[in-house]
C-alpha cells in the first residue's frame, strides 16, 4: 500500500496571503489527523476528521481551517499568514478513531512564511 | 489527556540494547501506551503500543509497570538508524486519533 502523501512539500509564501495544504491518506483510512511541528512549541494537533466531519479542534486561532472530502483526503488552509506559522505541517491518517490504532505519518509540508 | 514524563536525552553504543522510560503516573484504566519516534527529516512513526501486558514486535518490546504508571521502551541492539526523537503518548479507549506530543526523548547512537 501507498504510505500518506502530502502536497506540496515545500512552500515560500508572503505574509498575508494564504496557503492550501494536501493530504492523502493511505487506501481505507478514514481519519486524518493535521499537527503542526515547529523548534519551539514541538508538535501540536490541529485539527482531525473522520468521514468528512471534524472531530477533534487543538488551539489554534480561526486562520486555520480543514475540510475532508469523501475520498477521505484532507486539505488544510491557512489564511492570512503570519511569520510565526512557518513550521512543518504533518498529516497523518489512521482507519478508525479508536485509542489502539495506529497513525501513520506523511512526510509533511514545509512552509516558509516571509 | 494524561501527561507522560521522559528524559529529554540519552545516549547509546551501537549494537547495545536500549532501555528508554517514561513515567506517567496519572494515566487511566483505558490508556494506551503509545510509543512514537521520529527520524531525522521525517515524520513520525509508529513503534508499539499496549494496554496492560509487555509488548513485543519486530521493532521493538514495551515493558509496563504492574501499577501502569511508568512504561519502558526497549530496543534490543540499538543501530545508528535507531537515532530519533521517542515519543511517549496516551490515548485515551474512545478518545479518536489526537496525538498529545510531549517533548519526547533524543536518542543518540554511537558507532
Known amino acids: 500500500k501507498a504510505g500518506v502523501t502530502q502536497t506540496p512539500r515545500y512552500l515560500i509564501k508572503t505574509r498575508g496571503q494564504q496557503v492550501t495544504l494536501s493530504c492523502s491518506p493511505i487506501?481505507?483510512?478514514?481519519?486524518v489527523s493535521w499537527y503542526q511541528q515547529t523548534p519551539g512549541q514541538g508538535l501540536q494537533f490541529l485539527f482531525e476528521?473522520?468521514?468528512?466531519?471534524?472531530?477533534n479542534k487543538g488551539n489554534f486561532p480561526g486562520r486555520f481551517s480543514g475540510r475532508q472530502f469523501s475520498n477521505s483526503r484532507s486539505e488544510m488552509n491557512v489564511s492570512t499568514l503570519e511569520l510565526g506559522d512557518s513550521a512543518l505541517y504533518l498529516c497523518?491518517?489512521?482507519?478508525?478513531?479508536?485509542?489502539?490504532?495506529?497513525?501513520?505519518f506523511g512526510p509533511g509540508t514545509r512552509l516558509t512564511v516571509l | 489527556d494524561a501527561k507522560t514524563t521522559q528524559p529529554n536525552s540519552m545516549e547509546s553504543n551501537e549494537e547495545e540494547p536500549v532501555h528508554l522510560p517514561c513515567n506517567h503516573s496519572?494515566?487511566?484504566?483505558?490508556?494506551?501506551i503509545h510509543w512514537y519516534r521520529q527520524l531525522p527529516s521525517q515524520g513520525p512513526e509508529y513503534v508499539i503500543h499496549?494496554?496492560?501486558s509487555n509488548v513485543n514486535n519486530r521493532m521493538a518490546s514495551l515493558a509496563i509497570a504492574e501499577d501502569r504508571k511508568s512504561s519502558t521502551l526497549i530496543l534490543h541492539r540499538a543501530t545508528l538508524r535507531d537515532a530519533a526523537v521517542y515519543y511517549c503518548?496516551?490515548?485515551?479507549?474512545?478518545?479518536?486519533?489526537?496525538?498529545?506530543f510531549g517533548g519526547g526523548t533524543r536518542l543518540m547512537v554511537k558507532p
Open positions: 497523518a491518517s489512521s482507519q478508525e478513531l479508536a485509542g489502539a490504532d495506529t497513525q501513520y
Open positions: 476528521y473522520f468521514s468528512e466531519t471534524q472531530r
Open positions: 503518548i496516551l490515548r485515551g479507549y474512545n478518545a479518536g486519533n489526537m496525538l498529545t
Open positions: 496519572t494515566i487511566s484504566g483505558t490508556d494506551y
Open positions: 499496549g494496554l496492560t
Open positions: 487506501s481505507g483510512h478514514r481519519s
